[in-house]
């Protein structure tokens, strides 16, 4: 059994987090300790006001803290309505903690103008949302059917039946403008768009960086590899043997990374903008940067040929993988060249372009050669090996959709992946080691509830799991690695991806459980992640290479910066998701009608979800449409089960599906079931006494199930 490197311990050894401070749980101000309320604004830091629900418009603002945990993954945002805790804290300060989000609140509703004959209505655009608000006539005059507008529930008109009044707010684009999917997500989750005027005053005033204070590394032929239409260059790489005696058949590593810090000094307007951001957020088909352009695509993309800032890590592995020794530099490179995943890998195959051919024996087969001894390293530490199944958004001159296919996984890719992964591990290191205060990137392990599910689940495959065997990584593989291949591959692949917590940024380290690794830092794309620009300016405090550094201050705001970057993190990837699923939906709509083979996807009480083979789209099969007899949900199984028949529609099943309804402002698809049910034991377990179900399988209207 090959054994750990010194810089790992057994996870039983790990340190665990410390208990958060308890804080009172009696709100003052009349408040209960549980409540739903509206997000009703954000301020210029960043964060977002709540009021109650039944509160009058007088009531006062409270903060909503940032949240950290699983409970933010549908990231709030601006008209959201939510269920907060509300906590008092030592100041006599109210703040509302979030525990789930409950869809658009009724006080600010995002939605499409609806015009007819007799009225003029708002449809709401999230699919959580059925009510609409209908709009004065004399309101509506400059408005035309199609609009996306902002609009507020009003205050005097209320009818007591039918929709409710409403005024728009804002009008931010129109439903049939191509980019109307990115421009609905970023209203819908409060996405920070733009620069203030200083903000951009500071990025034109930036100046080309010089050799003073910086190691030269103009003559190592770094390159950058990265999609074909990125237009931001992070990381650099190369590769070369090692000739030192002692580390025979070993390599060294170099991982330049570009130099945010050198620009975004601490508590200017670049700074406080980009911390209010968070990351950039990218959509299929535009991004919203975290830094200004002159910035992000000019002195701070380390483009081909051009001299550029950088922070780099010369890191010496050996023949086991294993890493040896690193060190960091604050250096002046020149790219080599831009190339893409495609034209690397290509070269490599034996393809290469005209350009790749002059980098094969200096750059490009080093490269790969090295990415084959780090791989013996990665397979002995086993991180888990979870496949992706993302899909690329293919768009036109037109900025109409042309296709959406899936995205390449490359040994390219791979290699990219293991090599900025090793450069965090040494930022995380040797801050560590240098006793400077840092934002881990952790990744718990799965809980119990988790595991236990993930057991129910295998076991109706068949497939047998030790319960008191503690989560491991390799565990995980192994499961992966023997339904691989099989009818279950791709459900068990999303099982055990569901059954995994969220990795967030936290000052207090429990370790990457996913990597495998005790120490995690996020080091190498500070251009659009505001977490390593913080690990950037902690290195260079470290080991004084400038005066630049982290800040008392920085050190001061760690953990709360750690907490709103998880939340702005959470707020792009929700944002992100919907987009996607609105220009999937758009790519759909004139296929209405036609049959699709897909995989259950997901199992609820109210119906199926089935994802398509051919886009990777999900949509829904309500329970009312699978047959006339009643449907009850067994949650173990994940399957929902016939009481008269026993049929069974259960997850990860394949099934054919008919297109019944695509649209494209909400994302929506609904999906008719061709296939039949499997075949189960008739005279299945009945569901308890209570009102008698419907034939469309439901229970009357406003019963609990």
């Known amino acids: 059994m090959a054994r750990r490197p010194k810089t790992e311990r057994p996870r039983s050894e790990r ?90 609140s009724a006080h600010r509703i995002l939605g499409v103008i609806r015009k007819s004959r007799h009225e003029v209505r708002v449809e709401p655009v999230d699919r959580r949302t059925k009510e609409s608000l209908l709009i004065p006539e004399f309101e509506a005059r400059e408005l035309a059917d199609g609009d996306l507008v902002l609009a507020q529930v009003g205050g005097n008109a209320e009818r007591r039946y039918g929709p409710r009044r409403g005024k728009v707010l804002e009008v931010v684009g129109r439903e049939d403008d191509p980019r109307a999917a990115s421009l609905l997500a970023i209203h819908a989750h409060g996405i920070p768009t733009g620069f203030s005027p200083e903000a951009e005053a500071e990025a034109e005033a930036a100046e080309p ?32 043997p090692d000739e030192d005696a002692r580390n025979q058949g070993g390599w060294i590593v170099w991982v330049a990374i570009a130099d945010v810090a050198a620009y975004v000094r601490p508590g200017t307007a670049l700074d406080i903008g980009a911390r209010e951001k968070g990351n950039s957020v990218y959509f299929p088909d535009r991004v919203e940067p975290m830094l200004p352009e002159r910035l992000s695509a000019g002195l701070c993309s380390l483009r081909e040929g051009e001299p550029r800032a950088c922070l780099a890590v010369r890191m010496v592995f050996g023949k086991d993988g294993r890493k040896r020794s690193h060190r960091f530099h604050r250096g002046l490179m020149r790219s080599a060249a831009k190339l893409s995943y495609d034209e690397a890998q290509a070269a490599i195959d034996g393809r290469p372009d005209d350009r790749a051919a002059t980098l094969m024996d200096r750059v490009l087969t ?42 390449a996984s490359l040994p390219a890719h ?65 499961l992966l690695a023997e339904t691989r291949g099989g009818p279950h591959a791709e459900i068990v692949n999303e099982v055990v991806l569901r059954s995994q917590m969220q990795a967030i940024y936290d000052t207090d380290n429990i370790g990457h459980f996913g990597l495998n690794l005790d120490r995690y830092a996020h080091f190498t794309s500070p251009i659009r992640r505001y977490a390593d620009l913080i690990v950037h300016r902690a290195l260079i405090r470290a080991l004084g290479l400038g005066d630049d550094g982290l800040t008392d201050g920085d050190v001061v705001r ?142 009357p209207r406003g019963r609990r199930r």
């Open 558 to 699: 760690m953990k709360e910066t750690a907490e709103r970057i998880t939340m702005a993190e959470r707020r792009a990837m929700a944002a992100e998701r919907d987009a996607t699923d609105r220009y999937v939906a758009s790519f759909l709509a004139d296929r209405v009608g036609a049959e699709f083979e897909g995989r259950i996807s997901g199992v609820t009480r109210f119906g199926l979800f089935v994802r398509l083979a051919e886009t990777g789209a999900d949509g829904l099969v309500p329970i009312s449409s699978l047959g006339e007899e009643y449907f009850r949900h067994d949650e173990r199984a994940h399957a929902l089960v016939g009481e008269r028949t026993g049929g069974r529609w259960r997850l990860g099943r394949m099934v054919e599906v008919r297109l019944r309804e695509a649209t494209p402002v909400t994302g929506g698809l609904l999906f008719e079931m061709l296939s039949e049910p499997e075949a189960g034991e008739a005279g299945a377990p009945r569901r308890p006494r209570g009102p008698t179900p419907r034939k469309h399988g439901g229970y």
């Open 414 to 478: 791979k290699l990219i992946e293991e090599f900025m992964i090793q450069a965090n591990v040494c930022a995380a290191e040797t801050l560590e080691q240098r006793r400077t205060p840092l934002i881990y990137r952790i990744h718990d392990t799965p809980s119990d509830e988790k595991i236990l599910s993930l057991v129910d689940f295998l076991s109706t495959l068949g497939i047998p799991w030790n319960k008191g065997q503690a989560p491991a990584t390799d565990r995980f593989n192994k």
């Open 366 to 407: 080093p490269l790969f050669e090295a990415y084959a001894t780090l791989k013996i390293g990665r397979d002995a530490r086993s991180p888990l090996e979870i496949e992706s199944a993302e899909r690329r958004i293919h768009f036109g001159a037109d900025g109409k959709i042309d296709s959406i296919a899936p995205r």
């Open 15 to 104: 340190p665990k987090r410390e208990p958060r401070g308890r804080r009172s749980r009696e709100a003052a101000g009349g408040l209960p300790p549980v409540g739903v309320v509206d997000v009703i604004e954000l301020d210029a830091d960043g964060d977002l006001f709540v009021r109650p629900t039944k509160a009058d418009e007088a009531a006062p603002l409270v903060r909503l803290a940032p949240n950290p945990g699983e409970a933010a993954a549908g990231a709030p945002g601006v008209g959201d309505r939510l269920l907060v805790r509300f906590e008092t804290l030592e100041g006599g300060e109210v703040e509302a903690r979030l525990i789930k989000r409950l869809g658009q």
């Open 209 to 240: 960086p010089t050799l003073a204070g910086r190691t030269d590394l103009r003559d190592v032929p770094l390159v950058t590899i990265d999609p074909p239409d990125a237009r931001d260059h992070d990381d650099a790489v190369f590769a070369e």
